[in-house]
């Protein structure tokens, strides 16, 4: 009776479901994502704040210690006997890098600076100041990133405030636009704290900014010449004659304890943020931006936009789209467990992106003080949500793979929350306005790649929390990341 109950259990574990299956054996990020470590070298602080792929197949690194490194054979897998070069040193907290022409561009932390090799031992000789129109005053708040170069040919700097709350010093809280003559153009006002600056594939410049006064949580926003970002702290550079010329008058101060979309209703020139990051949820500290344009080599997110999280460590996704002439979207989980914080961040043509770190200033989960390494797509595809858009009545969620229609059309497979953040004068703001709107039908497409949430209750100005527990693929795969996050700033008509 005994091996007839073995043999009948035997029987039953052969020909269970692919779904029972796949759930022992739940993917991770790894499977899809890899990470390649470069081994630093044990006499260099990297503290990486810039990379940039040079014409000769090096990689450039610009650090906070105000170094420039030059590392050979950067796509070796894994690394070794890569040489180290040092390029340059004796720059200021270089957070920004960009080449052209055989100068390297680097956005210190008081003006963009070139430097050129010109008797091509591998190490600058020439060093000229490109612009260096904004002050800084000796605080440690005044990062300044540079952008890489735009089509018109400007690097874009964002400037952050002396402290948190206002600035005595010219053009903090400002961007910048460095022309190619050197010329700098004030571009837009209300910044705080930048932790990065990029663009998408048709040359939009995004940069994030950091909770804190008039910034609620972690955010990403567009640059757009003439707009003011949120923070009032960098008003009175209006009075210069060059931002009257560029910009214009300055524009209304915002109500302290308001909410960003009734501000912006009121404030023409205000922009508010496209993706709040839910604070603690998704971070407490957003840095780099990169886009994926190498087509389909790193995956199935092409066009999609990546930012950084200093503090966890981090890289998220981000999804955009246009409601009404304003970007909006949601932000998703990505990958974890870079080595320090992650700082900057760089996509190459061949798929590849380079993260540096480092855990200077509020530390990091990444427990290295500094950290460079190479994420690459294994050529898995994982099952995720690849697009989440808003809908009039709801959302429209897009799928990397066919999902279960059982699992997808069933209203217990979500849960939606809505909230927001207090548009304030005071540091950070906990969520407010909470919501739960309510999920009245989910449409499976008959390809299976995306399903149709009817959604009541929808609230415009409110980050829209989406957990997706029990959607599977037609594999039987859970989602690899279920939370998504959508800044709904506007619902479309």
Partial sequence: MRCLTLA????????????????????????????????????IMLEAGGIELLPDGKLAIST???????????????????????????????????????WIYATQRGEVSRLKDTNGDGKADLYETVNDD???????????????????GNIWVVLCLTGSFSSDHKYRGWCLRITPDGKAIPTCSGIRSPGGIGMNTDGDMFYTDNQGPWNGTCELKQLIPGKFMGHPGGFKWYDLPEVKAAIGPKPKEPESGSRFMTEAEKIPEYEPPII?????????????????????????????MFVGDQSDSTVMRCFLEKVDGHFQGACFRFRENFGSGTLAMEMTPDGSMFVGGTNR???SRGPKP????????????????HEMRAKPDGFELTFTQPVDPATAGDLKSYAMTSYTYIFQSAYGSP?????????TAAT????????????????????????????????????????????LNRIPK
């Fill in 8 to 43: 009948l259990a035997l029987v039953a574990t052969l020909t269970l479901s692919p779904a029972v299956h796949a759930a022992d054996k739940a993917p991770v990020e790894n499977d899809f994502y890899r990470l390649i470590p470069f081994e630093i070298p044990k006499d």
């Fill in 64 to 102: 906070r210690r105000g170094e420039i490194w030059l590392v050979d054979k950067p796509f070796a897998d894994p690394p070794k006997d890569e040489k180290w070069t040092r390029f340059a040193h004796g720059l200021h907290e270089v957070l920004g890098i960009a080449q052209r022409d055989g």
């Fill in 134 to 152: 904004w002050h800084i005053g000796g605080d440690y708040h005044e990062y300044a990133f540079g952008s890489k170069f735009d089509r018109d």
């Fill in 276 to 304: 709040m990051f839910p604070y603690s949820k998704m971070g407490k500290s957003a840095s780099g931006v990169a886009c994926d344009t190498t087509g389909g080599k790193f995956g199935p997110f092409e066009k999609q």
């Fill in 361 to 363: 200033g509020w530390g």
């Fill in 370 to 385: 500094g950290a460079l390494e190479r994420m690459v797509w294994t050529g898995k595809v994982p099952f995720e949500i």
């Fill in 431 to 439: 969520e407010v306005d909470q919501g739960s709107p309510k999920i």
């Fill in 444 to 487: 499976v497409a008959a390809d299976k790649l995306s399903v149709r949430l009817t959604v009541e209750g929808l609230k415009a100005g409110n980050i829209h929390e989406l957990v997706s527990n029990g959607v599977k693929s037609t594999e039987g795969l859970p989602l690899l990341h279920k939370e998504a996050f959508y800044t």
